[in-house]
């Protein structure tokens, strides 16, 4: 089966990818080295991978996308002109950046090469669309310093507290985002339970 022996390469070059760009940083590692880890030659990780910012694309997108994602249904449920209940909202992104950790994890530390394909600039989007839903669009600097601070420090969670359970971080993580928030954004109890299942069981 070529399709899946094919799929599986890739698979694995990104992982051993994203290892080395975490360990040694993006600009210090080489598609000659992630070749080398994995045993292959550089002419058959060209084959999946035109260059190193094909490969770093590659591993980024699906986080841009599934954070979008969650963000346009929010956006489109409550029309942009209206809070959404942020406890609710904050459990759905934790998952998403629970999820793409060690993307999340890159994004934060290695932040000069991303910025170059445009995706620090997705970040600074998604956290103002995030604010905008959290506390309105008409909402204070302090409120909306407020949210700017419960959104960093739940990325950072992600980061700093990697050795904690995926339940007990995201209950810590949230819960301290809502209490960021104070009484900004109807942070509330969830209205639907916590979305655990979107992780991975791989990732516990």
Known sequence: ????????????????????????GIRETSL???????????????YHFASREDLLRSLVQPLVDEVDAVIAEDEARHGGDEQVNARELLTRYFDVSYKHRDVTALLLRDI??????????NVVDWRRRLTTLLVGPDAGVADRARAIVALGGLGDCLILLADVPVDELRTAAVDAACAALGDVGAAGPASTPPLSPRVDAADH
Do not use: C, V
Request: aromatic content about 6%; hydrophobic content about 45%; charged content about 25%.
């Open 32 to 46: 000659r080295q992630i070749a080398e880890r994995l045993g292959i030659t550089k002419p058959a990780l060209y």
């Open 1 to 24: 089966m070529p399709r899946a022996r094919s799929t599986e390469t890739r698979d694995r070059i990104q992982a051993a990818a994203l290892e080395l760009f975490a360990t040694h």
């Open 112 to 121: 000069a090469p991303l910025g170059e394909l445009g995706f620090l600039q």
